[in-house]
C-alpha cells in the first residue's frame, strides 16, 4: 500500500465531530476561570526580580510568575549562596482570601490573608524543619512607585506577645531586556 492509499484509508477512518458535520458554531471557548479583579490583586508580585536585604546587600535572584491561566503565582527563590525556595500563591473566591504556600532553606510557611491599603498581609504558620517547631508568622508586601517590592516576613517567638521582623527586603524588578528596573543600591 502506498503512502498516500494509507493515509486516505486514516482519513476515511476519521470522523468530524457533531457540530462539524451538522454545520452549527463550533462551541466558544470558555472564558478564563481566574480573570476576575481578585485574581489580580498579587500582580505586583510577578516579575523577574533581584533581591536585596535590609542593609541593601543582594541576596538573592527571583522569579514570580502566573501560571494555570492566572490562577495560581508560583515563586523561584535562588540565594546566592545555592540555597533555593518555591512558592504557590492563589486566590481562593469562595474564602475570599489569599493562600501562600512555600518551602525551602528548611522552612514551610502556610500563610492566608488579603490585600489591605494595597498591600498583600498574609499570616499564618512558619515551620522550621530543622528544630521542629511551628511559630505564628506574618508576612506583608507592598508594591513601591518605582516598581519594586517591598517584602517583610515577622515571627512570633515562643511565649512571645510580639512578632519579631526575621527579613525586610526589597524586590527590584528586572525589566524585560535585563537591565535593572529600579536601583537595587
Not at 494555570?68 to 474564602?95: K, Q, T, W
Not at 517584602?151 to 524588578?173: C, D, P, S
Request: a negative charge; one cysteine or more; hydrophobic letters at 40%.
Amino acid at each position: 500500500m502506498s503512502r498516500r492509499s494509507l493515509a486516505l484509508a486514516i482519513l476515511s477512518l476519521w470522523q468530524a465531530p457533531a457540530w462539524a458535520q451538522t454545520g452549527t458554531p463550533a462551541p466558544a471557548t470558555p472564558p478564563p476561570i481566574c480573570d476576575s479583579a481578585p485574581y489580580h490583586q498579587f500582580d505586583f508580585f510577578a516579575g523577574t526580580f533581584t533581591v536585596s536585604d535590609q542593609n541593601d546587600v543582594i541576596v538573592a535572584d527571583e522569579t514570580v510568575a502566573p501560571q494555570f491561566d492566572h490562577c495560581i503565582l508560583h515563586e523561584s527563590f535562588v540565594g546566592r549562596n545555592g540555597r533555593a525556595a518555591e512558592s504557590m500563591s492563589f486566590y481562593d473566591p469562595v474564602e475570599r482570601k489569599w493562600f501562600q504556600y512555600a518551602t525551602g532553606l528548611g522552612l514551610i510557611f502556610r500563610l492566608q490573608g488579603e490585600l489591605r491599603n494595597g498591600a498583600m498581609e498574609l499570616e499564618g504558620t512558619i515551620t522550621h524543619l530543622r528544630r521542629g517547631e511551628v511559630r505564628p508568622m506574618r508576612a506583608r508586601f507592598a508594591p513601591l512607585p518605582d516598581g519594586n517590592v517591598r517584602e517583610e516576613l515577622y515571627e512570633q517567638a515562643a511565649g512571645a506577645q510580639a512578632y519579631a521582623l526575621i527579613f525586610a527586603g526589597t524586590l527590584h524588578r528586572q525589566a524585560a531586556s535585563g537591565q535593572a528596573g529600579g536601583n537595587p543600591h
